[in-house]
């Protein structure tokens, strides 16, 4: 039976004025071992719940079966993930785009990573994680006619990240909900003016510049209150010397951006602060930009 081992990485999204279209593949893996089987769906390494034709990586494989007008087959899933579930990472794009993907490459059909961007955005609803998922880098994402459209944005290797990744969640929906239905033409402008110098300044690697532009008035200030010890943990990323702070996606990871060179430094002055500090676990990662997207692993 044929076998494949696909790698897709977690990512990041908004990144402060960003809103539902600025993304970025962070090197943070989940792994996926799937094998053709004569029939049914057998799933190992994820919660029980999942073990079945629901699971996100089978409902796209299906969906990708359908788009290549190919019956559907048996599956045998492994799934080793180090993106955790429910924290602003992309944990669903992750499963999405590694299902579509693998079928695409099961089956010999040589589609190109923009049908499977296709197929993972019909069901996520939203290309922001799906695109620098499968494309990697950092991506700005929009839907027209119906289909997602995807502009790679060059990012600097200076640019270095830190995720805060505490032990709770907060779900998609949950974070969506205490957004407001309307905003002012003020605040629409102010996002609008930082998202334009902030890819100027991933591009350049100005790091003080992505600190001012990092700001934004859209999403984050509704969802600070998610977020336990947001201003404590903002302020000992600033003291650490983080160049600039935003919630990663829906939350409820944190994520600064620092300079590459000092990511580890930085990092481990974080993770020492918090454990002195925060009642909450924090799991702290430091993380680089993914320049490949999905990929077949060895």
Same mark, same amino acid.
């Given at each position: 039976?044929k076998r @494949?081992?696909?790698r ?12 539902d279209?600025l ?12 094998? !053709? ?5 057998e #799933?190992t390494?994820?919660?029980?719940c999942?073990?079945?034709? /629901? ?13 290549? $007008?190919?019956? &559907? =087959? $048996?599956?045998?899933? &492994? ?9 602003g990472?992309?944990?669903?794009a ?12 099961l089956?010999?059909?040589?589609l ?6 296709? +197929?993972?955005t019909? #069901?996520?609803g939203?290309p922001?994680?799906?695109a ?7 991506n700005? =994402?929009m @839907?027209k006619?119906g289909?997602p459209?995807t502009?790679q944005v060059p +990012?600097s290797?200076v640019i270095?990240?830190?995720? !805060?990744i505490?032990d709770y969640e ?6 969506r909900a205490v ?5 002012s ?6 996002n609008?003016?930082?998202l334009?110098?902030l890819l ?6 100005d790091l003080? !510049?992505i600190?001012?532009?990092? /700001?934004?008035? #859209?999403?984050? =200030?509704?969802?600070?209150?998610l977020?336990?010890?947001?201003d404590?943990?903002? %302020? @000992?990323c600033?003291?650490a010397g983080?160049s600039?702070?935003?919630i990663?996606?829906s ?6 951006v620092?300079?590459?060179?000092r ?6 002055? #974080?993770r020492e ?8 676990h924090w799991?702290?990662e430091a993380l680089?930009?993914d320049?490949? $997207?999905a %990929? +077949?692993?060895?």
């Amino acid at each position: 039976m044929k076998r @494949i081992h696909v790698r897709v990485p977690a990512t990041t999204s908004n990144l402060g004025p960003g809103f539902d279209c600025l993304g970025c593949a962070l090197s943070l893996y989940a792994d996926f071992t799937c094998e !053709l089987t004569d029939e049914g769906v057998e #799933i190992t390494g994820c919660d029980p719940c999942y073990q079945n034709e /629901d699971n996100l990586f089978v409902v796209a494989y299906r969906r990708m079966e359908d788009r290549l $007008g190919i019956p &559907h =087959s $048996g599956l045998k899933l &492994h799934i080793d993930t180090n993106v955790p579930v429910s924290r602003g990472l992309g944990s669903s794009a992750t499963l999405l785009v590694a299902g579509a993907y693998a079928c695409n490459e099961l089956n010999g059909e040589g589609l190109d990573k923009q049908a499977v961007v296709e +197929v993972a955005t019909g #069901i996520e609803g939203h290309p922001d994680n799906v695109a620098s998922c499968c494309f990697g880098g950092m991506n700005t =994402s929009m @839907i027209k006619y119906g289909l997602p459209i995807t502009a790679q944005v060059p +990012v600097s290797g200076v640019i270095g990240f830190i995720a !805060l990744i505490p032990d709770y969640e907060v779900s998609t929906r949950e974070a969506r909900a205490v957004l407001p239905d309307s905003y002012s033409r003020a605040d629409a402008v102010f996002n609008l003016s930082r998202l334009g110098v902030l890819l100027r300044a991933f591009e350049t690697g100005d790091l003080m !510049l992505i600190g001012q532009a990092m /700001d934004d008035r #859209i999403h984050q =200030s509704f969802r600070r209150p998610l977020i336990h010890d947001y201003d404590m943990v903002h %302020r @000992i990323c600033r003291d650490a010397g983080a160049s600039a702070f935003c919630i990663s996606g829906s939350g409820s990871t944190c994520l600064a951006v620092v300079d590459v060179y000092r990511k580890d430094l930085i990092a481990a002055q #974080i993770r020492e602060a918090l454990s002195a500090s925060s009642s909450e676990h924090w799991r702290i990662e430091a993380l680089t930009v993914d320049r490949i $997207g999905a %990929r +077949v692993a060895p």
